[in-house]
Nanobody, 122 residues
């Protein structure tokens, strides 16, 4: 499956963004994750969602102000982030793997989108 991430941009601190990850085919049977990466840093998980029961995971850094969701009719996975902070600035990537559970490690995913830059100005 091919993934296309979009929705990044420049936003003021305290604002919100919704990132989209459009898949080239059906997202049924796939679990998804959103990751972010700063230059010189490891890619870190932001949120993840499983397939079978929609179980979700959020990193502590975004817990309570983010929502990951999936729309199988549109073959798209979303990440809504509210109350953005300067430390949320990064390139955000979506990833997919065929399977029921969600995963939090980048190595667990087989398919990656190209990344979308989020810049939060303070």
């Amino acid at each position: 499956v091919q993934l296309q991430a979009s929705g990044g941009g420049l936003v003021q601190a305290g604002g919100s963004l919704r990132l989209s990850c459009a898949a080239s085919g059906s997202i049924r049977y796939y679990s998804f994750g959103w990751f972010r990466q700063l230059p010189g840093k490891d890619r870190e998980v932001v949120a993840a969602i499983g397939w079978t029961n929609g179980a979700t995971y959020y990193a502590d850094s975004v817990e309570g102000r983010s929502t990951i969701s999936r729309d199988e009719a549109r073959n798209t996975v979303y990440l809504q982030v509210n109350s953005l902070k300067s430390e949320d600035t990064a390139v955000y990537y979506c990833a997919a793997v065929r399977g029921s559970a969600y995963y939090t490690r980048p190595i667990s995913y087989d398919f990656w989108g190209q990344g979308t830059l989020v810049t939060v100005s303070s």
